[in-house]
């Protein structure tokens, strides 16, 4: 990511409220997802996902390529109460943030290395929820450009080394036609923290 793209968004999170609620699909996952351990938001911006899975018990780490917007995720976190671990990297030049992570998030962010990196990073049992629009979403909505779109059906072939749980493609409440998945990394050994 250029230093052009980095400033870019530093801008467009200058200007946005920053007190946007989690996508309906993290907590529709609710009931699935950990309780506690380790938790990773990629690129997760104000951080509207790293706070909600703080809430709910886990010790979060968001990493994202903006410092304004990783600032605003500590803003809120202390006035909350909140542990939130933050960490600015472009991840599309530098690896994923050491693990092992219980989860990891990864919502309307599209670098297709990552996926070989996910099963690596994920402890045994770890989970990973991911999702983004697809090329049908461009009949509605110009962002993010073609170049930035999964294809249909693509992201099922994206994901190796995982189980996947869940998988949905369409339009859904948010205006977005969009590739949606949950999967999970073999378990090692019995045991869990899930509450």
């Known amino acids: 990511m250029s230093i052009h793209d980095r400033e870019k968004w530093d801008a467009r999170y200058r200007e946005r409220d920053t007190s946007s609620?989690?996508?309906?699909?993290?907590?529709?996952?609710?009931?699935?997802?950990?309780?506690?351990?380790?938790?990773?938001?990629?690129?997760?911006?104000?951080?509207?996902?790293?706070?909600?899975?703080?809430?709910?018990?886990?010790?979060?780490?968001?990493?994202?390529?903006?410092?304004?917007a990783l600032e605003q995720a500590s803003r809120a976190a202390r006035e909350e109460g909140l542990s939130l671990a933050t960490l600015q990297v472009d991840l599309e030049e530098a690896p994923l943030p050491d693990g092992p992570w219980d989860l990891i998030v990864c919502t309307y962010f599209l670098h297709r290395p990552l996926f070989a990196a996910f099963p690596r990073a994920l402890a045994p049992g770890g989970w990973l929820?991911?999702?983004?629009?697809?090329?049908?979403?461009?009949?509605?909505?110009?962002?993010?450009?073609?170049?930035?779109?999964?294809?249909?059906?693509?992201?099922?072939?994206?994901?190796?080394?995982?189980?996947?749980?869940r998988f949905a493609e369409g339009w859904f409440e948010e205006g977005r036609h969009e590739a949606r998945l949950v999967a999970q990394k073999e378990q090692a050994s019995i045991g869990s923290c899930r509450a």
Do not use: M, Q
Not at 26 to 46: I, K, N
Not at 132 to 146: D, Q, S
């Open 21 to 68: 609620a989690p996508s309906s699909f993290l907590t529709g996952l609710d009931a699935v997802l950990p309780r506690c351990g380790r938790a990773l938001d990629v690129a997760g911006g104000s951080g509207r996902h790293a706070l909600w899975l703080a809430r709910r018990g886990l010790t979060v780490t968001l990493a994202d390529v903006s410092e304004v």
């Open 129 to 165: 929820a991911f999702a983004h629009a697809t090329r049908k979403n461009l009949e509605r909505c110009p962002r993010p450009g073609p170049a930035y779109v999964l294809a249909e059906r693509e992201l099922v072939g994206l994901v190796r080394g995982l189980r996947i749980i």
